[in-house]
């Protein structure tokens, strides 16, 4: 078990540095660049390389990026050419906010997808499972954003019950100990502002959840009616167990195997992916400011950014794994 | 009056869109206390369905029940689900062919020889565990309390198959069904597991419904042997007469292809010419007369009767039976009960 994570853990090493190297390559290859973003459409040539010269861009790229190993080698990030902060600061602030909205996102797609796909196997062809199949096709054809529209204007807008953008409503007196509102809302005890941030992430982790959700009704659905021909389901059924014991042991048990497995590569994904639902609330995550970051060319951030998400994809994926080696006997390592 | 008593059980699956399939077609036979009794037949002859529709196992939905199945009094086939779910594991009890597949992949085994036991005996934590190692040493289950902790993947195939069998018998069942144990087992291992049955049915004075296309496991083990084709009964007798004296003309082919050490050399095997498919209704005559050498225009003038020709107690359904050599013309003596 720990030699697993230890070698995972060893394995990302050349994968983050061979990315880097990609990396660099490519933003080189970037038209413009940070000096000529800072400056707008009017700059000077001399300006430019006065930018450049201060931000070490004028340098070839293999200085460039020896630099970037060194300052790794402190786990500094560098500083983001957009608003002069260490990267590292500027991730600290936007990312709890990234997080508490994929996390929420994905308990509701567990949470809701999970029985409904178990429920639309056991009544096949009901109007349950009709409801929950095309729901899911309808969930993944949508478009996150037009959807987090419709959901704005509709609750936010019209209807008046959530707000319409933002984490917290401005104004309100809380304490930031963590950077997850809700979490620092129970931890001070006040808990009108841990509402109040729940109130704010209701609507685009229901955005956000659309897909995700889609994806594990269907997938519990499909597992759920494959487990159910099983001979050990019917073995356990001519024992004459109880209902509930046949359901929980015996057929979720084996039913939820693969959707754990795409419940660890979705959660990746929602950490990269809430740009759009991000942008319709406002709601001033790390898919905001890479989308600034990338309109600035910001070098550092954009490479820190990247780098981060790979980290958080293998760590995710490591997750699993040890998940999947709890609940099958048959994958756990010794 | 005997334990498990089958009468004219037909078992119809609907079609869609076709015609319905009729995949057991009037089976009648009885299971005395702590008899062994076959079931035999080749695969699609209805064999395992029945054995699904005594323990109310077939799905509720497309399947058709017909007849009666009594036991000890009460019809299996109306039972409500509820009732049936408790006669499960506690008073009928099933063995199925593959031990791997029928046995949950995630749960220690210990968990699914304890669940029965709480389920039915209330037992639960030391006691069960217990009882559960004590189950698992009566089959045979070499070091039961570190086997308890293992996964089915970790066990050996006989030790699966043991295991299951442990399960059936924890609660001591009245009937035993057993749907070809040991097709999916090496030879020497399926002959370990035969004795065991033996053993446990001979202790505990079970009856055991044996479901098998092997006819060595019928020679060693069953007292009474029916022969199932194409969702009928087409002879039934004691082992000895059967197999002294096969009647029908499927059965007769059935023991006749079996390959013998003591054949002269080079002599051809002798099948069954074609297969189960090549069958027609109960309703026209004779559904095994395509395959069959005897047949005449007698075997199409509609279902042919249960008889006995010979002796008493040895029924065949066939207009054309083989007749042992010394037995005078036959009786054609309708057969009772």
Same mark, same amino acid.
């Given at each position: 078990?720990?030699?697993?994570?230890?070698?995972?853990?060893?394995?990302?090493?050349?994968?983050?540095?061979?990315?880097?190297?990609?990396?660099?390559?490519?933003?080189?290859?970037?038209?413009?660049?940070?000096?000529?973003?800072?400056?707008?459409?009017?700059?000077?040539?001399?300006?430019?390389?006065?930018?450049?010269?201060?931000?070490?861009?004028?340098?070839?790229?293999?200085?460039?990026?020896?630099?970037?190993?060194?300052?790794?080698?402190?786990? *500094?990030?560098?500083?983001?050419?957009?608003?002069?902060?260490?990267?590292?600061?500027?991730?600290?602030?936007?990312?709890?906010?990234?997080?508490?909205?994929?996390?929420?996102?994905?308990?509701?797609?567990?949470?809701?997808?999970?029985?409904?796909?178990?429920?639309?196997?056991?009544?096949?062809?009901?109007?349950?499972?009709?409801?929950?199949?095309?729901?899911?096709?309808?969930?993944?054809?949508?478009?996150?954003?037009?959807?987090?529209?419709?959901?704005?204007?509709?609750?936010?807008?019209?209807?008046?019950?959530?707000?319409?953008?933002?984490?917290?409503?401005?104004?309100?007196?809380?304490?930031?100990?963590?950077?997850?509102?809700?979490? *620092?809302?129970?931890?001070?005890?006040?808990?009108?502002?841990?509402? *109040?941030?729940?109130?704010? @992430?209701?609507?685009?982790?229901?955005?956000?959840?659309?897909?995700?959700?889609?994806?594990?009704?269907?997938?519990?659905?499909?597992?759920?009616?494959?487990?159910?021909?099983?001979?050990?389901?019917?073995?356990?059924?001519?024992?004459?167990?109880?209902?509930?014991?046949?359901?929980?042991?015996?057929?979720?048990?084996?039913? @939820?195997?693969?959707?754990?497995?795409?419940?660890?590569?979705?959660?990746?994904?929602?950490?990269?992916?809430?740009?759009?639902?991000?942008?319709?609330?406002?709601?001033?995550?790390?898919?905001?400011?890479?989308?600034?970051?990338?309109?600035?060319?910001?070098?550092?951030?954009?490479?820190?950014?990247?780098?981060?998400?790979?980290?958080?994809?293998?760590?995710?994926?490591?997750?699993?794994?040890?998940?999947?080696?709890?609940? *099958?006997?048959?994958?756990?390592?010794? | 009056?005997?334990?498990?008593?089958?009468?004219?059980?037909?078992?119809?699956?609907?079609?869609?869109?076709?015609?319905?399939?009729?995949?057991?077609?009037?089976?009648?036979?009885?299971?005395?206390?702590?008899?062994?009794?076959?079931?035999?037949?080749?695969?699609?002859?209805?064999?395992?369905?029945?054995?699904?529709?005594?323990?109310?196992?077939?799905?509720?939905?497309?399947?058709?029940?017909?007849?009666?199945?009594?036991?000890?009094?009460?019809?299996?086939?109306?039972?409500?689900?509820?009732?049936?779910?408790?006669?499960?594991?506690?008073?009928?009890?099933?063995?199925?062919?593959?031990?791997?597949?029928?046995?949950?992949?995630?749960?220690?085994?210990?968990?699914?020889?304890? !669940?029965?036991?709480?389920?039915?005996?209330?037992?639960?934590?030391?006691?069960?565990?217990?009882?559960?190692?004590?189950?698992?040493?009566?089959?045979?289950?070499?070091?039961?309390?570190?086997?308890?902790?293992?996964?089915?993947?970790?066990?050996?195939?006989?030790?699966?198959?043991?295991?299951?069998?442990?399960?059936?018998?924890?609660?001591?069942?009245?009937?035993?069904?057993?749907?070809?144990?040991?097709?999916?087992?090496?030879?020497?291992?399926?002959?370990?597991?035969?004795?065991?049955?033996?053993?446990?049915?001979?202790?505990?004075?079970?009856?055991?419904?044996?479901?098998?296309?092997?006819?060595?496991?019928?020679?060693?083990?069953?007292?009474?042997?029916?022969?199932?084709?194409?969702?009928?009964?087409?002879?039934?007798?004691?082992?000895?007469?059967?197999?002294?004296?096969?009647?029908?003309?499927?059965?007769?082919?059935?023991?006749?292809?079996?390959?013998?050490?003591?054949?002269?050399?080079?002599?051809?095997?002798?099948?069954?010419?074609?297969?189960?498919?090549?069958?027609?209704?109960?309703?026209?005559?004779?559904?095994?007369?395509?395959?069959?050498?005897?047949?005449?225009?007698?075997?199409?003038?509609?279902?042919?009767?249960?008889?006995?020709?010979?002796?008493?107690?040895?029924?065949?359904?066939?207009?054309?039976?083989?007749?042992?050599?010394?037995?005078?013309?036959?009786?054609?003596? !309708?057969?009772?009960?």
């Amino acid at each position: 078990m720990l030699r697993l994570v230890v070698r995972r853990l060893l394995q990302l090493i050349p994968t983050l540095l061979g990315l880097s190297v990609l990396l660099f390559a490519w933003l080189n290859r970037l038209p413009g660049g940070p000096a000529a973003a800072i400056l707008g459409e009017k700059a000077t040539p001399a300006d430019v390389a006065a930018i450049e010269e201060a931000l070490g861009l004028d340098q070839p790229v293999w200085v460039q990026y020896l630099r970037f190993l060194q300052r790794l080698g402190r786990l *500094d990030l560098g500083t983001s050419t957009m608003t002069g902060q260490p990267v590292w600061e500027e991730f600290t602030r936007a990312f709890p906010a990234t997080v508490e909205l994929g996390v929420s996102a994905m308990v509701i797609a567990v949470v809701v997808g999970v029985p409904l796909g178990y429920f639309a196997a056991r009544r096949r062809g009901g109007w349950l499972d009709v409801t929950a199949v095309s729901g899911s096709l309808l969930g993944i054809c949508i478009p996150v954003f037009f959807l987090a529209f419709i959901l704005k204007a509709l609750f936010a807008v019209q209807l008046g019950w959530f707000p319409s953008f933002g984490r917290q409503t401005t104004g309100i007196d809380a304490t930031e100990i963590t950077g997850f509102y809700v979490l *620092d809302g129970l931890l001070t005890g006040e808990f009108d502002a841990a509402w *109040d941030a729940v109130t704010h @992430l209701v609507l685009p982790a229901l955005a956000l959840a659309s897909i995700p959700l889609a994806i594990i009704v269907r997938m519990t659905r499909a597992s759920v009616l494959e487990v159910l021909g099983e001979d050990y389901v019917r073995t356990a059924e001519s024992k004459g167990l109880r209902k509930s014991t046949v359901r929980g042991r015996h057929v979720l048990r084996n039913a @939820l195997l693969p959707v754990v497995t795409a419940i660890g590569l979705l959660t990746g994904g929602l950490l990269s992916g809430a740009v759009l639902t991000e942008s319709v609330f406002a709601f001033g995550g790390i898919g905001s400011f890479i989308k600034e970051a990338i309109d600035a060319r910001d070098y550092p951030v954009l490479v820190g950014f990247i780098m981060f998400i790979a980290l958080a994809y293998v760590v995710i994926n490591l997750l699993v794994d040890l998940a999947y080696g709890l609940i *099958d006997p048959r994958v756990r390592v010794h | 009056m005997p334990l498990l008593s089958v009468d004219e059980l037909t078992i119809t699956f609907a079609g869609r869109g076709q015609r319905d399939a009729r995949a057991v077609d009037g089976v009648s036979f009885d299971v005395d206390q702590g008899q062994v009794v076959g079931l035999v037949g080749e695969s699609g002859c209805g064999k395992s369905v029945t054995s699904l529709a005594l323990m109310g196992l077939l799905p509720g939905r497309g399947v058709r029940l017909g007849g009666r199945a009594e036991f000890d009094g009460t019809d299996l086939l109306t039972l409500p689900a509820a009732r049936m779910r408790d006669l499960r594991g506690t008073q009928l009890a099933m063995i199925f062919q593959d031990p791997l597949s029928s046995l949950n992949p995630v749960v220690p085994i210990g968990v699914q020889v304890t !669940e029965i036991l709480a389920r039915h005996r209330g037992m639960r934590g030391e006691a069960a565990r217990k009882e559960a190692a004590h189950l698992l040493d009566r089959v045979g289950i070499p070091d039961p309390t570190r086997r308890l902790k293992e996964y089915p993947h970790q066990l050996s195939g006989g030790m699966r198959q043991r295991a299951l069998i442990a399960m059936a018998v924890a609660c001591a069942p009245r009937l035993l069904i057993a749907d070809e144990p040991t097709t999916a087992l090496d030879v020497t291992i399926q002959a370990q597991i035969l004795e065991l049955l033996k053993e446990l049915v001979d202790q505990e004075g079970t009856a055991l419904l044996m479901i098998t296309h092997d006819l060595g496991v019928v020679a060693g083990l069953c007292e009474q042997v029916n022969v199932l084709y194409a969702g009928k009964v087409v002879e039934s007798a004691g082992r000895r007469a059967l197999f002294d004296a096969p009647t029908h003309p499927y059965a007769h082919g059935l023991l006749g292809s079996i390959p013998r050490l003591d054949a002269p050399r080079g002599e051809a095997l002798r099948p069954i010419r074609g297969s189960i498919n090549d069958r027609i209704d109960w309703a026209d005559g004779c559904a095994f007369a395509p395959r069959c050498d005897r047949y005449t225009m007698e075997c199409l003038t509609g279902t042919p009767a249960l008889t006995e020709p010979h002796t008493p107690g040895h029924q065949a359904r066939c207009v054309n039976p083989v007749l042992p050599e010394g037995a005078t013309s036959p009786q054609r003596t !309708e057969a009772t009960g």
